[in-house]
């Protein structure tokens, strides 16, 4: 990996049975290798045991000792290692699914001065109420919101055969990526340089 290429985590954020976010995590993931820009990885929240119950502490301040359970390493270390994530997030009730903020909140230093690019998808919304909650949520961690994302409203009519039906959706995905791309650098050259302030 050259310094152009960055280690991208795509989350899948929904859990529920018969589930439509892998479908568009795998087309995600196939832009951005097409991208060329990133190493890309895939975590699936559905695979990993988050529970809702926290310890005590919080994870801000805990540092490598904050006691996660065993089935959350995975998550853990794919956070840790990532240059840039993009969330791939459904609308539930206008906001997102109980399982990415369990996932969101049993972490903290891992997002830090990083990147985050949203796709989303839903009803008529498209999932724009889940990413605006998101972003809020993600700047309390000291990630960087990327502002070009994409939405699916109706998706149940906008996909198929595992695509968007619209063919201008990857054109957007290449701009999201190139924008996650630039702040990815960005942001692990300032990282190297000096730690974050947080
Ligand atoms: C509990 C629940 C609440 C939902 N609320 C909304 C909503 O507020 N806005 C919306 O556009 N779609 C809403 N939907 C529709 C979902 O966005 C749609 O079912 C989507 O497929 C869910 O993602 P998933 O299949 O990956 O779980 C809701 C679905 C569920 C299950």
Do not use: C
Request: net charge negative; proline share 7%.
């Amino acid at each position: 990996m050259d310094n152009t290429e960055h280690r991208l985590l795509i989350i899948v954020g929904s859990v529920r049975d018969a589930r439509f976010g892998p479908v568009v995590a795998s087309w995600v993931a196939e832009q951005a290798a097409a991208h060329g820009g990133f190493e890309v990885d895939v975590v699936d929240l559905a695979e990993i045991d988050i529970p809702l119950a926290l310890p005590a502490a919080s994870p801000k301040y805990a540092g490598d000792d904050y006691p996660r359970p065993a089935g959350m390493a995975a998550l853990t270390s794919a956070l840790e290692g990532a240059d840039a994530f993009i969330v791939v997030t459904p609308e539930y009730n206008h906001s997102y699914p109980a399982s990415l903020k369990a996932a969101i909140d049993w972490h903290f230093t891992q997002w830090t001065a990083k990147p985050v690019a949203f796709v989303s998808y839903g009803g008529a919304a498209g999932g724009r109420h889940a990413v605006l909650h998101l972003e809020n949520v993600l700047t309390e961690l000291h990630a960087v919101t990327v502002r070009d994302g994409l939405a699916f409203p109706n998706y149940f009519t906008a996909w198929q055969d595992g695509r968007p039906l619209d063919a201008a959706a990857p054109g957007y995905a290449k701009t999201l990526l190139d924008q996650l791309s630039w702040w990815a650098g960005a942001l692990r050259a300032a990282r190297e340089a000096a730690p974050y302030p947080a």
